[in-house]
């Protein structure tokens, strides 16, 4: 967007920072490609919302202090570092605001902005990424991360909703877990009935004023309108509908975001990562006015 280049948070309100890693990645990978096309695409970005005349740039210091450092050939150890480097980004006092990655990046970042309590989560995904293993027990994908959440405690889960979820299923009681720990998962039929204002009002009830975390996956977009992904779903959300959404979260007492699994390798014009910069900047406007307001 613009902003300069720092290489620590100290000073600033919100950080953006990419995490340039897909280890987790269970088909297509090329998530790690993401962080860098999304900075490519988000130079587009002006300075005022066009709908809520926002500009972050004044309500907010805000910098981009570059991407975590991550192993790209050992998984457990990169989850360490993505861990260790949000906790700095946390330390110095700003509020974080990750390009992905795939969506196992959110595991460590969560790790670090929930280490004193549990958050509540507004995730809007194609798929609710809460089944317990891949490949004969592999624990650590990105179709795994909310439910380590959920088990390390990071998350409360009567505090988090999915929205947007669809697609086939490994098996008939695929969601039955999250739904047993109190998940509300709001299918993508549900979100066609009902709309953006009414799913969000009960978004942020769900959520209530409590430290919530938002987690925007890009395939919860049609891939008609975001094709670079690791997982495309058919029947997605418009690109107009996701920025209603993420326009509705203002009142969130947001503690952290991410926008994640832009895969530029199976982008189109680069329009997934312009999709995804955008939703980086719906997001922005809606922290930076949080920060203001708090202020």
Not at 43 to 68: C, Q, T, W, Y
Request: aromatic share 6%; charged share 25%; proline share 5%.
């Amino acid at each position: 967007m613009r902003l300069p280049l720092l290489t620590s948070a100290k000073g600033l309100d919100i950080a953006l920072v990419g995490i340039p890693w897909d280890g987790g990645t269970t088909n297509r990978a090329g998530a790690r490609h993401g962080p860098r096309e999304l900075r490519n695409q988000s130079s587009l970005m002006r300075r005022v919302h066009h709908v809520s005349k926002i500009e972050p740039f004044k309500l907010a210091n805000i910098a981009d202090v570059g991407d975590l450092t991550v192993n790209p050939i050992d998984l457990m150890l990169a989850l360490k570092q993505m861990e260790d480097g949000m906790a700095a980004i946390l330390e110095a006092g700003a509020l974080p605001l990750v390009g992905g990655g795939d969506h196992l990046t959110t595991l460590p970042v969560l790790r670090a902005v929930a280490k004193s309590r549990p958050v509540g989560l507004i995730h809007f995904d194609a798929h609710s990424d809460t089944n317990d293993s891949y490949f004969g027990g592999q624990r650590f994908t990105h179709g795994t991360p909310f439910r380590r959440a959920i088990e390390e405690g990071l998350l409360d889960p009567k505090r988090m909703v999915q929205i947007g979820i669809r697609s086939s299923l490994y098996s008939a009681d695929e969601h039955d877990w999250a739904k047993e720990q109190g998940v509300r998962i709001i299918y993508m039929e549900e979100f066609t009935r009902r709309g953006p204002e009414d799913v969000m009002a009960e978004a942020r009830a769900i959520a209530g004023d409590g430290a919530t975390y938002v987690s925007f996956d890009i395939d919860s977009i049609d891939p008609s309108m975001a094709p670079g992904t690791g997982t495309p779903e058919i029947g997605g959300f418009l690109t107009r509908e996701a920025q209603a959404m993420v326009r509705l979260l203002e009142g969130v007492n947001i503690v952290g975001a991410d926008v994640v699994e832009v895969a530029p390798p199976f982008d189109v014009g680069g329009m997934t990562a312009i999709a995804g910069a955008t939703m980086m900047f719906e997001l922005l406007c809606i922290m930076a006015k949080l920060v203001a307001d708090k202020r």
